[in-house]
């Protein structure tokens, strides 16, 4: 029989349990962290309460078994920016995609990022194999075929491996600072479509979104042409909105894309009903003027204003000396906000 002596403890003791939740109860009110964890454990209560179907309950902890070790995963990462790669498993080795995403990732690479990919094989695997292992992160999900992970990744502490697609999609898109799409079936267009909504409807962070195809390839014209004759021209999306993305024909130009999107670009915060947008360097007070004349339709109210960083970004130590253009922003445009940062990064 093989010793269990250094085996790590998966469950608690009721006592052990039991001390953890007195030193939350017990936890001062203005520690954010223990009033989250108190109201995590209040939810947990009224699930009991709820009296859920065994199913539903079993979702649940499934889902946040796996956002807990996700979470954990990344942790030790957020220093160092990704990039999520979507394509299909079923491209083969002498495919010019594969090779174009080989090429790409071990580019990204060398720009400083990591990959996210599925993990499996295809695009991914390409991909993993030109960022290299420890560049790389798997996001694996369970199916009877097709979805094992690569040589590259399998066995990697950074591959994590998902019964729930909804879990998967969330850490492909809250740890990326980019999206990389290369041709794929119905799962890279089911990715690439909820990035672009969440991207539309303001609710993930603006960010560079890349779709991108070898020379004499036409996957992603045909689809950009179908988003503009059925989607703008019958008025279900914006002109705007195809700032949200670009199609490329190069991995130079894919890295390049998402280089300059954080070249004076930093990060956004929304501070009540304003915008800080912080930056990596300052622009002039006759750029600022420009700003005002081409962009008012982003504002709520008010102007913009070239600002230090507001007193609640103080947490944010790291970054709290760049410059800031702070603005009371509507919230109504992601593809306009997209064309102002676009207009900031060119200057």
């Not at 209560?45 to 078994?65: G, P, Q, Y």
């Not at 991914?124 to 992160?137: I, K, L, T, Y």
């Not at 609640?312 to 919230?331: G, K, M, Q, T």
């Amino acid at each position: 029989m093989k010793s269990t002596q250094n085996r790590p403890r998966t469950i608690l003791s009721n006592d052990e349990v039991l001390n953890q939740v007195r030193g939350l109860l017990d936890s001062p009110e203005d520690d954010l962290h223990a009033t989250l964890m108190r109201e995590l454990l209040t939810g947990v209560l009224k699930f009991h309460d709820s009296h859920l179907d065994l199913l539903d309950l079993k979702i649940i902890n499934r889902a946040i078994k796996e956002l807990r070790h996700a979470f954990a995963v990344f942790n030790g990462y957020h220093d160092r920016r990704k990039v999520s790669i979507f394509g299909s498993a079923r491209t083969p080795s002498d495919d010019p995609n594969y090779q174009l995403a080989h090429r790409f990732a071990e580019q990204v690479v060398k720009a400083g990022y990591m990959v996210i990919t599925g993990g499996a094989d295809g695009i991914m695997r390409a991909s993993q194999e030109g960022a290299g292992r420890e560049n790389s992160f798997g996001v694996n999900i369970m199916l009877p075929f097709e979805q094992g992970a690569n040589a590259t990744i399998a066995n990697d502490p950074k591959l994590i491996t998902f019964k729930y697609f909804f879990t998967r999609k969330l850490m492909f898109q809250k740890e990326a600072n980019a999206i990389a799409l290369f041709p794929g079936g119905f799962g890279t267009h089911d990715e690439g479509f909820e990035i672009l909504t969440l991207a539309q409807t303001g609710k993930s962070d603006p960010q560079p979104i890349v779709c991108i195809q070898a020379p004499g390839c036409d996957y992603w014209d045909d689809w950009s042409a179908f988003i503009v004759k059925q989607l703008l021209k019958r008025r279900l999306i914006n002109q705007e909105d195809l700032s949200l993305f670009k199609v490329v024909n190069s991995a130079e130009a894919a890295v390049e894309e998402i280089s300059t999107f954080y070249r004076r670009y930093h990060s956004i915060r929304f501070v009540g009903r304003l915008m800080a947008m912080r930056l990596n360097s300052p622009i002039s007070a006759e750029h600022l003027e420009h700003i005002q004349t081409q962009f008012s339709d982003l504002l709520s109210e008010g102007r913009f204003e070239l600002r230090a960083a507001l007193e609640e970004e103080l947490d944010e130590p790291a970054i709290v000396n760049l410059p800031r253009l702070v603005f009371p922003s509507n919230r109504r445009s992601a593809g306009r906000l997209r064309q102002l940062i676009d207009y900031v990064n060119s200057l």
